[in-house]
């Protein structure tokens, strides 16, 4: 509400407060609004393109790498692979639309959001209404599915609180199912272009990788498509690029695996090509290109165990019993397609906060502003800091999602495990570290004067490992010494490592498909994954992940899809009835196998996270199982009727 333009349709204009939802319904179409229309940009093809300068990837990468020499490269292949693959406009449809409840008390603002990222939400209100941080408080005890869509601060967060404090009331504001589309956000389209050359026995001679991808004309936002390119395979010759054009859409955002997921469909489809160009098994082609480090770096993985995912996976599959001929394989009058691809995601550890206490009754308190979005951070946090504190977890209480607690970053990038756990970690060790240490300098412990390296704590139990007759608990030791908690806060940074090593997840996943030949409907009855992503904290939690993640895959490639009305700019399936993503009838079996790999680098608590390397990869087997099931090679997601029976 800066000004009176208009930069795409389904912008906010204003909001009608009222005392009741039906009051605030009825007086809507009160409100009369005059447009003078202009020109829409909506074409990739003709909008205007940023600036070079404006277009940045995430984190450290450059906008555009060159490795050797891509010209020679490409003479020296013997055969090569040249095309464009293309992604089409997604919109993020949690369950939970965006919400927001904004109170004043005086001068202070608190906000109760789904979010995925409080302190993010807090300091974005605090600079916009020009506030003190202090005087923002942002709760979020549970993220109704976020998916990236919640990980900033959007416009409808600020209108509840400038209402809120027009009226001097507490304001609710939701968002419709059609308010979704355009307003916060989505993955935006990208048109990839993908040149791969190699030696007759597959060696990877030059690899070319250029993205374009839109944003709005808010902002110069990055779908960055091409990072995988740069550390995924060996290749002495190498360019990856990336730009942005602008349309009149709202402004794009992170959606599961941004960059990654897209990403990865040209990728692997080009490999799925090159592979068909060359006569060779998919797998051994990957093989034949295996990084054993960072090709665009130099530097050594943390740890690498895709080799191991691409073997589990297989052998789980059968793949070896693939006949490789498209069309070739038949369940009665259906088409079978096998395919299989890469996942990849960079594992990233952040800055944060945490502080755990142990109480006199030997119960303790661990809280961290972190947030729940589904992926069972509750549950992990939990156990990260019962495993530290030598309790069982339903004596340890984990609490999260508020900016008056110590501050960690946004749930998002698969950090969150590896980021807010590590604190989580630290500090549980350095209370119990303090405890043991009370216990050692008390006179009247079973503990005194013994070496602080000898003790051992178990169900909240203190007691020599030399000599375990000889403890005490938690709560005795506390209680007899005033009955003050034991807290301790560990603000955890990165270490060197993470300049020194390249940290990545790694996956397989191979895909079944059945096409009928006669109206070209897929059916996916089974998919099978492999990934490593460090250290295992639950299993069950983390295979939920993957699993969701496959599941996501299975829409990205075959049902999603925004459209837009390219004259006015309207989203024009802007509701679940139209907007289609995958359901439970959609979903055959996904065997999810999780290899379990040691990773001294990436963190003290050796995790990666997994919550988006399921998507990566996903989109590009099942295309690559269509291809092998019907011979038609779709380059343009999403993979409909008409460009199977076309």
Same mark, same amino acid.
């Given at each position: 509400?800066?000004?009176?333009?208009?930069?795409?349709?389904? !912008?906010?204009?204003?909001?009608?407060?009222?005392?009741?939802?039906?009051?605030?319904?009825?007086?809507?179409?009160?409100?009369?609004?005059?447009?003078?229309?202009?020109?829409?940009?909506?074409?990739? +093809?003709?909008?205007?393109?940023?600036?070079?300068?404006?277009?940045?990837?995430?984190?450290?990468?450059?906008?555009?790498?060159?490795?050797?020499?891509?010209?020679?490269?490409?003479?020296?292949?013997?055969?090569?692979?040249?095309?464009?693959?293309?992604?089409?406009?997604?919109? #993020?449809?949690?369950?939970?639309?965006?919400?927001? /409840?904004?109170?004043?008390?005086?001068?202070?603002?608190?906000?109760?959001?789904?979010?995925?990222?409080?302190?993010?939400?807090?300091?974005?209100?605090?600079?916009?209404?020009?506030?003190?941080?202090?005087?923002?408080?942002?709760?979020?005890?549970?993220?109704?599915?976020?998916?990236?869509?919640?990980?900033? +601060?959007?416009? #409808? /967060?600020?209108?509840?609180?400038?209402?809120?404090?027009?009226?001097?009331?507490?304001?609710?504001?939701?968002? *419709?199912?059609?308010?979704?589309?355009?307003?916060?956000?989505?993955?935006?389209?990208?048109?990839?272009?993908?040149?791969?050359?190699?030696?007759?026995?597959?060696?990877?001679?030059?690899?070319?990788? *250029?993205?374009?991808?839109?944003?709005?004309?808010?902002?110069?936002?990055? %779908?960055?498509?091409?990072?995988? *390119?740069?550390?995924?395979?060996?290749?002495?010759?190498?360019?990856?690029?990336?730009?942005?054009?602008?349309?009149?859409?709202?402004?794009?955002?992170?959606?599961?695996?941004?960059?990654?997921?897209?990403?990865?469909?040209?990728?692997?489809?080009?490999?799925?090509?090159?592979?068909?160009?060359?006569?060779?098994?998919?797998?051994?082609?990957?093989?034949?290109?295996?990084?054993?480090?960072?090709?665009?770096?130099?530097?050594?993985?943390?740890?690498?165990?895709?080799?191991?995912?691409?073997?589990?996976?297989?052998?789980?599959?059968?793949?070896?019993?693939?006949?490789?001929?498209?069309?070739?394989?038949?369940?009665?009058?259906?088409?079978?397609?096998?395919?299989?691809?890469?996942?990849?995601?960079?594992?990233?550890?952040?800055?944060?906060?945490?502080?755990?206490?142990?109480?006199?009754?030997?119960?303790?308190?661990?809280?961290?502003?972190?947030?729940?979005?589904?992926?069972?951070?509750?549950?992990?946090?939990?156990?990260?800091?019962?495993?530290?504190?030598?309790?069982?977890?339903?004596?340890?209480?984990?609490?999260?999602?508020?900016?008056?607690?110590?501050?960690?970053?946004?749930?998002?990038?698969?950090?969150?495990?590896?980021?807010?756990?590590?604190?989580?970690?630290?500090?549980?060790?350095?209370?119990?570290?303090?405890?043991?240490?009370?216990?050692?300098?008390?006179?009247?412990?079973?503990?005194?004067?013994?070496? %602080?390296?000898?003790?051992?704590?178990?169900?909240?139990?203190?007691?020599?490992?030399?000599?375990?007759?000889?403890?005490?608990?938690?709560?005795?030791?506390?209680?007899?010494?005033?009955?003050?908690?034991?807290?301790?806060?560990?603000?955890?940074?990165?270490?060197?490592? !993470?300049?020194?090593?390249?940290?990545?997840?790694?996956?397989?996943?191979?895909?079944? /498909?059945?096409?009928?030949?006669? /109206?070209?409907?897929?059916?996916?009855?089974?998919?099978?994954?492999?990934?490593?992503?460090?250290?295992?904290?639950?299993?069950?939690?983390?295979?939920?992940?993957?699993?969701?993640?496959?599941?996501?895959?299975?829409?990205?490639?075959?049902?999603?899809? *925004?459209?837009?009305?390219?004259?006015?700019?309207?989203?024009?399936?802007?509701?679940?009835?139209?907007?289609?993503?995958?359901?439970?009838?959609?979903?055959?079996?996904?065997?999810?196998?999780?290899?379990?790999?040691?990773?001294?680098?990436?963190?003290?608590?050796?995790?990666?996270?997994?919550?988006?390397?399921?998507?990566?990869?996903?989109?590009?087997?099942?295309?690559?199982?269509?291809? #092998?099931?019907?011979?038609?090679?779709?380059?343009?997601?999403?993979?409909?009727?008409?460009?199977?029976?076309?």
């Amino acid at each position: 509400l800066q000004d009176d333009r208009v930069f795409y349709n389904g !912008q906010p204009i204003g909001i009608v407060v009222a005392d009741t939802l039906e009051h605030a319904r009825a007086a809507v179409p009160l409100v009369r609004t005059s447009y003078a229309t202009t020109h829409a940009e909506l074409d990739m +093809a003709t909008g205007p393109k940023a600036p070079p300068e404006n277009v940045h990837p995430t984190g450290d990468e450059p906008r555009a790498t060159t490795r050797g020499d891509i010209d020679a490269g490409l003479r020296d292949a013997a055969v090569r692979v040249d095309h464009t693959y293309t992604t089409p406009f997604e919109t #993020h449809n949690p369950m939970e639309p965006h919400n927001t /409840v904004a109170v004043w008390e005086g001068s202070k603002l608190t906000l109760y959001d789904s979010t995925q990222g409080v302190f993010g939400v807090r300091s974005t209100v605090a600079r916009t209404f020009s506030m003190q941080p202090e005087d923002v408080r942002v709760l979020s005890p549970f993220t109704g599915g976020g998916f990236g869509s919640k990980g900033g +601060a959007w416009s #409808h /967060v600020m209108l509840a609180a400038m209402a809120a404090r027009q009226t001097g009331r507490p304001v609710k504001l939701v968002l *419709t199912r059609r308010q979704m589309f355009g307003p916060v956000g989505g993955r935006p389209r990208t048109v990839q272009h993908v040149t791969l050359g190699a030696t007759s026995d597959g060696q990877l001679t030059a690899i070319r990788h *250029t993205s374009t991808s839109n944003s709005s004309m808010l902002e110069d936002w990055l %779908e960055p498509s091409a990072l995988q *390119t740069r550390m995924l395979y060996t290749s002495p010759n190498a360019v990856t690029d990336h730009a942005i054009v602008r349309l009149n859409v709202g402004s794009p955002t992170f959606m599961r695996a941004p960059g990654e997921s897209t990403g990865t469909y040209a990728l692997e489809s080009a490999m799925d090509e090159l592979a068909v160009a060359l006569d060779m098994d998919p797998v051994a082609l990957r093989l034949r290109n295996y990084a054993e480090h960072d090709p665009q770096s130099g530097k050594p993985w943390s740890s690498k165990s895709l080799r191991e995912c691409y073997q589990i996976a297989t052998e789980r599959f059968g793949w070896s019993k693939r006949n490789p001929m498209p069309r070739s394989m038949r369940d009665g009058r259906m088409l079978v397609g096998w395919g299989m691809a890469t996942a990849t995601y960079p594992a990233r550890t952040l800055a944060s906060s945490t502080s755990a206490t142990i109480l006199p009754d030997g119960n303790a308190w661990v809280r961290a502003g972190t947030q729940e979005i589904g992926c069972g951070t509750y549950t992990i946090m939990t156990q990260i800091a019962a495993d530290a504190l030598g309790l069982p977890p339903e004596r340890v209480r984990f609490e999260l999602g508020d900016t008056d607690m110590p501050p960690a970053p946004v749930s998002a990038g698969s950090m969150t495990a590896a980021s807010a756990g590590t604190s989580v970690y630290k500090s549980a060790l350095a209370a119990r570290q303090k405890v043991i240490r009370m216990a050692i300098a008390d006179a009247q412990s079973p503990l005194h004067g013994a070496s %602080e390296a000898d003790v051992r704590v178990e169900n909240g139990r203190m007691s020599l490992a030399s000599s375990p007759s000889r403890g005490e608990t938690y709560s005795a030791l506390i209680t007899r010494n005033g009955g003050t908690p034991i807290e301790a806060r560990v603000d955890s940074t990165p270490g060197p490592e !993470q300049k020194e090593y390249s940290m990545h997840s790694f996956g397989a996943i191979l895909t079944e /498909v059945h096409v009928d030949p006669d /109206v070209g409907e897929i059916r996916v009855p089974r998919i099978v994954t492999a990934h490593a992503v460090g250290r295992v904290l639950n299993s069950r939690t983390l295979q939920s992940q993957i699993i969701g993640g496959v599941v996501w895959g299975i829409g990205m490639a075959l049902l999603e899809e *925004t459209l837009i009305d390219p004259h006015m700019g309207r989203y024009v399936n802007s509701d679940l009835a139209e907007y289609q993503v995958p359901v439970n009838a959609d979903i055959g079996t996904i065997d999810a196998t999780l290899v379990d790999e040691h990773d001294a680098y990436v963190n003290p608590i050796g995790v990666k996270g997994g919550g988006e390397i399921g998507i990566t990869g996903a989109a590009a087997s099942l295309a690559n199982a269509v291809y #092998h099931a019907t011979g038609k090679r779709v380059r343009d997601l999403p993979i409909t009727l008409d460009k199977i029976l076309g």
